[in-house]
């Protein structure tokens, strides 16, 4: 680590792979950098599904050149958490986890980066200097609220990890995208009753080609029940309230999973004076370079796009970082504080 009344060449806010990707290409550059991660490596991986199957081949998920090799046509979530790992170690990239940034300030030139860092159950405050920022946070950590009431009971989660517990247990998950898709199937076959229920009348054409004709099947013969065209009104200690078009039902869950997608947090950069486009919340940046209108100020993977979350993915986000330290090289000389 870089003492903090130092002035870093540039500091990464997000260890994900467009965060890593960034760290890869300042080190190489012999740049002075830190990132700062509020979670673990590779948080959004972490928090997918144990056994999850990623929808692209392994060699468009690699950082930096080094080989991710995996004898599956596919890799799992488990094998990328392994890999990203080894890039780090490989790397010997400088990472602060569970450092939590609170706030970005521009002045004279020089960026205050303030943040919170985890310490023994307490909070302890840090502040870093740098010429350069970029933020890559991403958006799998902010999930969309329905806003519905229950929401917040401790039986209901947005995020759906190991099946096991649920076992011989009914189960609703709400949804009807990839994940929706995937955590119902996974379910049905650990053994819970699943019901899906989705606003629209099918799922989504974008599911994984293997996944979409396996649900769909579950859903033909009634292995998973499905509520189509249907809102989720209500969700009590032991049931939900659905608005179907037959009118309201009262389903049975001991478990909910809110499975209905995710959204970039842009607070932070919004607070840093990044304009903020308020349909898309995609930052205003220039594509080439990815400097937002604060100078200096980058943002870097899925953030970049906001809520169209369909365009920007690890395959072509992991090539950010790059471009954001071509950029910074480019301003040199940089005087070392």
């Not at 080094?66 to 890039?87: G, I, M, Q, S």
């Not at 809110?258 to 919340?281: E, H, N």
């Amino acid at each position: 680590m870089v003492a903090s009344e130092s002035i870093l060449d540039l500091v990464v806010v997000g260890a994900g792979p467009a965060g890593l990707a960034a760290a890869i290409a300042a080190a190489r550059a012999g740049l002075d950098y830190d990132v700062l991660e509020k979670g673990v490596l590779v948080n959004s991986v972490y928090r997918f599904p144990p056994g999850m199957t990623f929808f692209t081949t392994a060699e468009l998920l690699e950082l930096g050149e080094l080989p991710f090799v995996t004898p599956h046509p596919k890799p799992t979530r488990e094998e990328a958490l392994t890999y990203y790992r080894r890039v780090v170690e490989s790397c010997g990239l400088s990472i602060a986890l569970g450092e939590t940034v609170s706030e970005i300030r521009r002045d004279a030139g020089v960026f205050s980066v303030e943040s919170l860092v985890a310490r023994g159950g307490a909070t302890v405050p840090r502040s870093r200097r740098a010429r350069h920022v970029a933020v890559a946070t991403g958006y799998y950590d902010q999930p969309v609220c329905l806003g519905v009431p229950g929401e917040g009971l401790p039986h209901v989660s947005h995020y759906f990890g190991e099946p096991h517990p649920f076992h011989q247990r009914r189960v609703v998950v709400v949804g009807g995208g990839n994940s929706a898709a995937e955590a119902a199937l996974v379910l049905f076959r650990a053994g819970a009753q699943v019901t899906l229920v989705h606003r629209r009348e099918r799922l989504s054409d974008k599911i994984k080609y293997w996944v979409k004709p396996d649900v769909e099947n579950r859903i033909q013969q009634g292995s998973i029940a499905a509520r189509f065209e249907s809102r989720l009104l209500e969700i009590r200690p032991d049931r939900v309230l659905v608005e179907t078009p037959a009118g309201r039902e009262e389903i049975a869950a001991e478990a909910v999973f809110l499975l209905t997608g995710y959204r970039p947090d842009v607070s932070l950069l919004a607070r840093a004076g990044v304009r903020i486009d308020p349909q898309t919340l995609s930052p205003q940046h220039d594509p080439q370079s990815f400097e937002t209108n604060v100078p200096g100020l980058f943002v870097a993977g899925a953030i970049v796009s906001g809520t169209n979350t369909n365009r920007v993915f690890i395959e072509n986000g992991r090539f950010h970082g790059a471009q954001v330290v071509r950029t910074i090289l480019a301003r040199r000389p940089l005087s070392r504080g």
